[in-house]
């Protein structure tokens, strides 16, 4: 069985490096494709999938796309990850974490850049989607977390998902994190489920390294004091294009929160 499983390892990384050596491929299906082949037998920082990456950038600049490192995350590899926004800047993520009262040191703010770069596909909530629908829903709905404030969102804005490319259908919503002045959250939306991850950012890049939103006895749960559905409140999009080619929201928001 090893030997037969060897075979097939081997057949597959001699396509793999014959794909990697070919053309630069111009849709945007194919460049992610190629990508990811490359990545499965090379690292992110060898010359073929930074060529890759930086293609792919300059012909499909939204949504942005990155090379995580695997080994901060415990992945096999390195990973290929298209973030959710059109930007991702570590000065949206600061002043967040300001409007939630709290100060990072030079070494929190790598901590914050290392979160930053996790594959759940978020980026930092810029400042006029800071008081969205979903904001509100969110601090009425876990209430007696007081002064609670968006940090990373994996929202697509309306103005980026008129420039997202054929063949990339956009993500429903998944990881987000949150903090008041005392403590970090994470909202994590497919379940919809608000746990504490911790009062620093190195428990919660520890916390994201060991998939803790996962383990519901490490991060437990706290209380909805509704049982009203987040779809409501987070834009969320249909996969499928319409008939004039732009991708719809599943359903309408309700602004009154």
């Known amino acids: 069985m090893q030997q037969i499983t060897g075979i097939f390892l081997n057949i597959f990384r001699r396509q793999s490096s014959q794909e990697s050596e070919a053309a630069i491929p111009t849709s945007y299906r194919d460049l992610t494709r190629a990508l990811r082949v490359v990545l499965e037998i090379e690292p992110g920082s060898s010359p073929r999938p930074r060529e890759l990456l930086k293609e792919l950038r300059a012909r499909y600049p939204v949504p942005l796309a990155e090379i995580v490192d695997g080994a901060v995350w415990g992945l096999e590899r390195d990973k290929l990850v298209l973030r959710t926004h059109a930007k991702s800047n570590i000065d949206d993520a600061k002043r967040n974490l300001m409007n939630a009262a709290r100060t990072i040191s030079s070494d929190e703010e790598q901590d914050l850049r290392g979160i930053m770069s996790h594959w759940c596909g ?126 719809k929201l599943r359903q309408p928001i309700l602004e009154n929160v």
């Open 122 to 247: 978020w980026s930092p909530t810029t400042a006029e989607h800071c008081d969205d629908p979903w904001v509100r829903f969110l601090r009425r709905n876990y209430s007696h977390l007081e002064n609670l404030v968006p940090v990373l969102d994996s929202l697509v804005w309306e103005d980026e998902i008129l420039q997202y490319p054929l063949g990339h259908p956009p993500q429903e919503p998944w990881l987000f994190l949150l903090a008041t002045p005392s403590s970090f959250y994470i909202y994590d939306f497919q379940n919809a489920t608000m746990m504490p991850a911790g009062k620093t950012l190195r428990e919660v890049k520890d916390g994201l390294r060991s998939r803790l939103w996962e383990r519901p006895e490490s991060w437990v749960e706290e209380e909805p004091h509704t049982d009203e559905s987040p779809f409501d409140y987070f834009p969320v999009y249909l996969s499928l294009r319409d008939e004039n080619g732009l991708h």
